[in-house]
């Protein structure tokens, strides 16, 4: 069974500091997608960034990026100039087989003013 | 517009009842999801129907019971409702190919007293 392990269960940060969350995965995939979700206290899932596992470069979206390390099977989320609407729980996820999704157990951010 | 819908986001029942969540998209995917959100916030996959079709069937109990009547609907039928079957129900689509993630539903807040 596919495996994502977030290791960090609530962090805080101040408003417009940088946090970063870490996700390691485990895959036997040889071609892979890797995704951080957010969901905040609204519950919805919204997708962050996505990263393809056969591209090198690290996904960047506006204030998100990624550091992807494929060989170390780590894919953390870079999260810059945090905004109050950035506090929310935080979901890794690495598709496998081929449309599944595994998840992670989420690391809660709190933005502080 | 919404692109995966779904309903009712609140739903409280007695124990014993039997009750259904409903899901459309609007989307053009053609693979749509059903996912369990625990008390703890770990999501885990239960059904997965790709034009119709069931290609995923996690372990769960027979109470459960997915309908597509196209690949744009997908519905959600409990049976018997237990205390324990308390939790958010994410219905979501992609497309076949994970490629870009998938989109979620905004969740149904399932409550058994």
């Known amino acids: 069974a596919q495996t994502v392990t977030q290791s960090q269960p609530e962090m805080s940060v101040q408003e417009a500091e940088t946090v970063t969350l870490s996700c390691t995965y485990d895959t036997s995939e040889n071609n892979y997608y890797l995704f951080w979700y957010k969901q905040p206290p609204s519950r919805q899932m919204i997708l962050v960034i996505r990263q393809e596992a056969y591209k090198q470069q690290n996904a960047t979206e506006n204030r998100f990026s990624v550091n992807f390390q494929k060989a170390a099977k780590s894919f953390s989320l870079k999260i810059s100039d945090s905004q109050l609407g950035d506090t929310a729980m935080y979901f890794c996820a690495c598709h496998y087989g081929n449309n599944r999704l595994a998840f992670g157990k989420g690391n809660q951010v709190v933005v502080i003013p | 517009d919404t692109a995966v819908s779904q309903t009712p986001k609140y739903l409280v029942t007695q124990m014993g009842n039997d009750k259904s969540i409903k899901c459309e998209q609007n989307l053009g995917h053609d693979t749509m999801y059903w996912y369990k959100q625990d008390s703890k916030k770990f999501l885990k996959i239960m059904f997965s129907y790709n034009n119709k079709e069931l290609i995923i069937n996690e372990t769960v109990p027979n109470r459960f019971s997915p309908k597509s009547p196209d690949k744009a609907h997908l519905n959600l039928h409990i049976n018997s409702l237990e205390l324990g079957d308390s939790a958010v129900y994410f219905c979501?689509?992609?497309?076949?190919?994970?490629?870009?993630?998938?989109?979620f539903g905004s969740g149904t807040r399932l409550t058994v007293v």
């Open positions: 979501a689509s992609s497309l076949r190919r994970v490629v870009y993630g998938y989109t």
